[in-house]
């Protein structure tokens, strides 16, 4: 399935390939390349680019681009599916998926990578299997490893690989039985000058951390299942009890997982965290421009809207800027002299952030044909916008009272205001 994967920094160099069925030359990225230079944002590279005699599909990952090449026609989901699956365990084992932590770990790097595909297909992609078969780095495994001249790779197959349920290692013991759940939710919306909803839907996964001694069998239930649509679950999941009731049956994988993802796509369902007052206007081939934005909270059901960050892209002809921040602090790009970002931080109700002055401009050219969006990053603890709720959460098949918990957290994804 996949011939080849090439791993891309930002700024177009190859810094890590690998080969399983046969080697393919470097050449075939310049398709990607080619993609890459014609796209206005890292993020916007077709995921998806057929070559005379390749497909190259691709994620984009913390500044690394993730390319896998393949001869046949596949679904590319399922490619996209595994290399988020890499990215994931890459950040799980160095603590970050970046280019220096990879090649800072090169060798277990490969070693990962022979282990999660055989032959081009998908084999050990559990982290908690991954774990017992290449053991993480550690400063003090490192010495050893060099001392030694031993590797991190484990000397026995890992038991689950050899169970009905691969993905939970068998004779797991804790003295503290916890299970945690985090239900993080992003919001993608497009906000039109008059504060009307264009776009909006949610983006949703639910995080599981479980440390539960031996074999528990667990059902987590919702206040409100029918409000997902377009679910995916760990395959730990048992799908025709989640068809029959809504409710989520499951052995859990040893540690940290995704349980499951899901989309609310209902624009009513979706509120709006936050609104923005703006008025950027700019003169018929005048020296100067006006910026003048607010933002102010909108449905946040009472909690506080935090790491609020607006990013402007303003045109070309804007030289400089002369602006005032009742909250945060703003930088402005003077070499690309695009980039505006003002950094708010946590809101404050009572005295709500503005960021108005003027605009410095290139005397005797036109104006700008059309105004610059403002893209909005913020972040809400314990609160999912959607209303999701978890309701309860049973185990059976073990004696002991496990310690349960749960997180929301609500955060922008691609949120954008258009002036």
Not at 4 to 27: G, P
Not at 60 to 82: D, G, H, R
Not at 180 to 209: L, N, P
Request: net charge neutral; glycine share 6%.
């Amino acid at each position: 399935m996949i011939h080849s994967l090439f791993l891309i920094n930002s700024t177009a160099d190859i810094f890590l390939e690998k080969h399983w069925k046969s080697v393919v030359s470097r050449s075939v990225c310049d398709y990607f390349f080619e993609a890459f230079s014609k796209a206005s944002d890292p993020e916007n590279v077709p995921p998806v680019i057929p070559t005379p005699h390749h497909y190259l599909i691709s994620i984009f990952w913390e500044k690394t681009f993730f390319v896998a090449v393949i001869q046949n026609e596949v679904s590319p989901l399922f490619v996209i599916e595994f290399l988020h699956r890499v990215a994931e365990t890459f950040q799980d084992y160095f603590g970050e998926c970046s280019e220096t932590s990879i090649k800072d770990n090169l060798v277990i790097v490969y070693e990962l990578l022979e282990e999660m595909l055989d032959n081009g297909f998908p084999l050990a992609t559990e982290s908690n299997i991954l774990k017992e078969l290449i053991r993480p780095p550690t400063i003090l495994r490192s010495v050893v490893n060099t001392i030694t001249g031993s590797s991190n790779v484990g000397n026995m197959l890992p038991s689950g690989q050899l169970s009905s349920i691969p993905w939970r290692r068998a004779g797991v013991k804790y003295s503290n039985n916890e299970a945690y759940f985090d239900v993080i939710e992003e919001i993608d919306a497009i906000i039109d000058k008059s504060g009307s909803t264009v776009f909006a839907e949610i983006q949703g996964v639910i995080d599981a951390c479980i440390k539960l001694t031996g074999m528990p069998d667990l059902t987590l239930s919702f206040m409100n299942p029918r409000l997902l649509d377009d679910v995916s679950f760990h395959p730990c999941v048992r799908f025709k009890r989640w068809e029959s009731e809504r409710v989520l049956s499951f052995i859990p994988p040893d540690g940290t997982f995704r349980l499951m993802s899901y989309h609310v796509s209902s624009q009513n369902l979706v509120a709006i965290p936050v609104y923005v007052k703006h008025n950027i206007s700019f003169r018929e081939s005048g020296a100067s421009g006006r910026f003048d934005v607010t933002i102010g909270p909108k449905q946040t059901m009472g909690k506080t809207v935090e790491g609020i960050v607006v990013t402007v892209h303003l045109p070309k002809v804007v030289l400089n800027t002369d602006l005032t921040s009742t909250h945060g602090n703003y930088t402005f790009d003077p070499v690309t002299k695009v980039i505006l970002v003002w950094d708010i931080g946590k809101m404050n109700p009572q005295k709500l952030p503005n960021l108005k002055g003027t605009l410095s401009m290139q005397s005797g050219v036109p104006k700008p044909e059309e105004n610059p969006s403002l893209n909005i990053q913020l972040r809400i603890q314990q609160l999912a916008i959607s209303g999701l709720k978890v309701n309860r959460l049973d185990m059976y098949g073990e004696k002991y009272k496990p310690f349960k918990g749960v997180k929301y957290v609500t955060k922008a994804g691609k949120f954008q205001v258009r002036t």
